[in-house]
């Protein structure tokens, strides 16, 4: 990501989104709590589905306020099944568009990438709308077996 400013009150809000989601078993600030660079939260591995093993998936947040447009990775990574997944607007893929996804299986040795459009506008509301996906489709309809 490119420089930008972390906003400790805007990662405050955000843990708050994510510690509503009903998989998240904690979240805590990156690296600590002066800091706060990014949020990691522990996923339930039994509660996503389909469940996985028994190590924690894992989703970061990443957020940078860089006028005009915040930059953001919401990324998640399941040890278990090697399946990562994540929504991120940044400049890496300007081929896509503003805002990307890209996931990557346990089966593919490359990430793939899709163009997508983010309906929300707020960094809460993104978040929670990226969290919904996350957990309605994207783990069931990329994880299920074939």
């Known amino acids: 990501m490119n420089s930008g400013a972390e906003n400790p009150a805007l990662y405050r809000v955000l843990k708050d989104v994510l510690e509503r989601q009903a998989g998240v078993t904690s979240v805590r600030f990156e690296p600590d709590a002066i800091q706060k660079q990014y949020l990691a939260a522990a996923i ?59 996931y990557q299986t346990a089966s593919k040795e490359a990430p793939e990438y899709e163009r997508v459009v983010l309906e929300a506008a707020s960094p809460p509301k993104l978040l929670w709308e990226c969290c919904d996906e996350l957990f309605e489709n994207v783990i069931p309809d990329y994880t299920a077996e074939p």
């Open 44 to 102: 339930d591995s039994q509660r996503v589905v389909p469940p996985t093993g028994p190590k924690l998936p894992q989703l970061e947040v990443h957020w940078k306020l860089t006028p005009p447009h915040d930059e953001f990775r919401i990324d998640y990574a399941d040890p278990n099944s090697r399946f990562h997944c994540g929504w991120h607007h940044d400049e890496d893929h300007n081929d896509l568009g503003a805002a990307h996804f890209q």
